[in-house]
């Protein structure tokens, strides 16, 4: 993603727009980096207790009341006997854990509308055809005119 700054198209384009897609990806894809890392650190963490996997329940969610589970009004009981309750995750917990996924998804969104748009400027202004007579290196190591 970053070599695409170094493109001559991309420094000869009269909009800016590819280059502020490019740069927007390059942090979101950053960002989704260091929100992915926390966010796995933190759960190597808690998982080092004994009581690991309530822990995390608890954070992770918040306790229903015991609910009917058939028609006869009964409530859901485990089997020793006691209520069971449920645990249901927290609207905001689940935006928090999707955030690193969500910051990928829209950078990697940005990176190829800039690059849409990066081609659809040189087709329609004519520039793309001044690229093709630069010197290139053939097969046999000699760079040709």
């Known amino acids: 993603m970053a070599q695409t700054f170094s493109w001559p ?4 384009l009269s909009s800016k ?3 502020g897609l490019w740069y927007s990806s390059l942090a979101l894809s950053l960002a989704s980096i260091c929100l992915g890392t926390q966010q796995s650190v933190a759960l190597n963490r808690i998982s080092s207790y004994t009581d690991a996997p309530a822990r995390i329940r ?4 918040e306790k229903l009341r015991p609910r009917p589970r058939n028609i006869d009004d009964q409530v859901d009981k485990d089997t020793s006997g006691e209520l069971h309750e449920e645990l249901m ?3 905001l917990q689940l935006y ?3 955030t690193p ?3 990928l998804n829209f950078g990697i969104a940005s990176y190829v509308i800039g690059f849409a748009s990066l081609i659809f400027q040189n087709c329609g202004n004519g520039t793309g055809s001044n690229y ?5 290196l053939t097969l ?3 760079v040709s005119e």
């Open 96 to 98: 928090v854990w999707q």
């Open 9 to 12: 198209q991309a420094q000869t």
């Open 89 to 91: 995750p927290r609207t």
């Open 17 to 19: 727009l590819p280059i």
């Open 140 to 142: 046999d190591g000699k």
């Open 58 to 61: 608890s954070l992770i969610g």
């Open 132 to 136: 093709a007579t630069q010197s290139s």
């Open 101 to 103: 996924i969500m910051c």
